[in-house]
């Protein structure tokens, strides 16, 4: 793709795209990350294990948005395996779960932090799982998640409110 076809089909920032490239030795190759900046000249994008990427246009043959990575069903994990990512996390309480698909697709992508960075907010990824308390911005713990390669999100509270906030946002409660 030329800078004339790009135009105004920028990935935007924050987005998840997949790509096919022209690499470096000439050969074809995929490539799967969040786009931390696109411009006219070329764009950046941070992959699933933290790795920049910076290509310019003349290397891209073509790209599209792709979801956050789908990952097995939270509510099909056993209550001991989430019991005990609670536990690891140092939480406690009624469990609520979601996709991170389900969560994150439909909404606005938000920048986050530098990959190395810590989450927004006290939270435990393990595998693909993020454990967490509630949080201020629970969307935006769940998007550094995302980018952390987690498809899955644990939150677990006693409070009815948060209870309640989570349930508009899609998650589901797992009774005990």
């Known amino acids: 793709m030329g800078t004339d ?18 690499r470096d030795d000439g050969a074809l190759g995929d490539l799967i990350g969040f786009v931390r900046s696109a411009d006219a000249i070329g764009l950046e994008l941070v992959d699933r294990r933290g790795i920049e990427h910076r290509l310019t246009w003349e290397q891209v043959l073509a790209w599209r948005t792709v979801g956050v990575a789908r990952g097995r ?3 099909r994990t056993t209550l001991v395996e989430l019991t005990r990512l609670a536990q690891a996390a140092g939480v406690s309480g009624r469990i609520f779960v979601t ?8 909404r606005p992508p938000v ?4 990959f190395g960075d810590p989450p927004p907010c006290p939270a435990r990824l ?11 911005d629970v969307l935006q713990l769940a998007w550094w ?9 644990l ?3 006693d409070d009815p409110e948060e209870a309640h906030r989570l349930v508009g946002l899609g998650f589901d409660e797992r009774q005990r």
Do not use: F, N, Y
């Open 5 to 22: 076809e790009v135009g105004s089909a920028l990935p935007e920032p924050g987005r998840r795209i997949s790509l096919r490239r022209v």
């Open 73 to 75: 069903d939270p509510k």
């Open 99 to 106: 996709r991170l698909s389900d969560l994150l697709d439909q």
């Open 111 to 114: 920048q986050v932090s530098d």
């Open 126 to 136: 393990e595998g693909e799982w993020v454990t967490a308390a509630p949080a201020d």
């Open 145 to 153: 998640a995302a980018h952390h390669d987690a498809r899955s999100m």
């Open 155 to 157: 939150v677990v509270t």
